[in-house]
């Protein structure tokens, strides 16, 4: 069982930065990845940025350059650092935990919080 709690959202003007917290308690050892995406009423979920264990990151292609993810793994933190925000970029920021269990790690669960929300005002 993983648990995760999100924190930073809050309203900013455009150009604005944010810095979005993710704390993750449990077994936070079986955890391979960890990512965030994005939801505002009426648009699809939209993935925002992914870091693995091996900190390997990707990030979509609508916030490349201006966001970066990473994690502290002491504290058991994921971080999402948000500048040059936009108004496109208002929504709920959800923090997922990817966890792979099965004798060959075949079997894939995700844990997430209740999202913390961000809005960029013109």
């Known amino acids: 069982q993983v648990q995760v709690v999100e924190s930073g959202g809050g309203l900013v003007q455009t150009g604005g930065s944010l810095r979005l917290s993710c704390l993750l308690s449990?077994?936070?050892?079986?955890?391979?990845?960890i990512g965030w995406d994005r939801q505002a009423p009426g648009k699809q979920r939209e993935l925002v940025a992914h870091i693995s264990s091996d900190g390997t990151t990707y990030y979509g292609s609508s916030v490349r350059g201006r966001f970066t993810i990473s994690r502290d793994n002491a504290k058991n933190t994921v971080f999402l650092q948000m500048n040059g925000l936009k108004p496109e970029d208002t929504g709920v920021y959800y923090c997922?935990?990817?966890?792979?269990?099965?004798?060959?790690?075949?079997?894939?669960?995700?844990?997430w919080g209740q999202g913390t929300e961000v809005t960029v005002s013109s």
């Open positions: 449990g077994s936070t050892s079986s955890i391979s990845a």
């Open positions: 997922t935990a990817e966890v792979l269990t099965g004798v060959m790690k075949e079997q894939r669960y995700d844990y």
